[in-house]
């Protein structure tokens, strides 16, 4: 079965985000980042939702938001990664998804996680490295579960996005192509000219 897109998960700072954007632009795919689409229509920045709100809410914002971008046809996904991952979610992405794992060594993690101090709802700050480790650890049974895992403790998103390019052809995925309906323009210019 072909799949419809491209899911980017993993632990928070592994550059999800700004890879799922470079490889979008680079196939020609839409884009769908989670995060963005939660504080496009809750018009919050995602920490300041999650703080009024709470986390069973934001949660449920976010599989809302599965529940549509899953059906996308040639888009890449990026997941926010303020949770680890559960079997219902993983399912859900899966089903039309290839699902592409992101991870990086704990120091790195750290370092990333905080230059954005603030932007992460459930970041605990007062111990980034010990909350890093904890959400690595909670990541890993996902790494076998996932059809392709990439470190990017090194890497530039423009690499791992490169990197995902490289394991689409060598693996020869291919997807199915969004579906466009004919004669809109002859549908447009028969309308009749009001007055």
């Not at 993993?10 to 470079?22: Q, Y």
């Not at 689409?37 to 976010?62: C, D, P, Q, S, V």
């Not at 980034?128 to 990017?152: C, G, Q």
Request: aromatic share 12%; charged share 30%; proline share 3%.
């Amino acid at each position: 079965m072909k799949k419809r897109n491209i899911v980017l998960i993993g632990p928070m700072g592994t550059g999800k985000s700004r890879a799922a954007r470079i490889l979008a632009d680079g196939l020609g795919f839409q884009l769908a980042d989670t995060d963005r689409i939660i504080k496009h229509e809750t018009g919050m920045k995602i920490a300041t939702y999650y703080k009024l709100n709470g986390e069973k809410a934001f949660r449920k914002k976010e599989t809302e938001i599965i529940n549509r971008v899953r059906y996308y046809h040639e888009a890449v996904i990026a997941m926010g990664g303020n949770f680890p991952m559960t079997e219902k979610r993983f399912q859900l992405l899966s089903e039309y998804g290839i699902v592409i794992l992101l991870y990086a060594r704990p120091f790195r993690l750290v370092e990333r996680v905080n230059k954005s101090i603030g932007k992460r709802p459930t970041m605990d700050y007062k111990n980034t490295e010990k909350y890093v480790k904890y959400m690595l650890k909670l990541w890993h049974p996902w790494k076998k579960r996932s059809d392709f895992a990439i470190n990017t403790t090194l890497g530039h998103p423009a690499k791992t996005a490169l990197d995902i390019a490289r394991y689409l052809d060598r693996e020869k995925i291919q997807f199915e192509k969004r579906h466009y309906k004919k004669n809109y323009y002859k549908k447009f210019n028969g309308f009749k000219k009001e007055g």
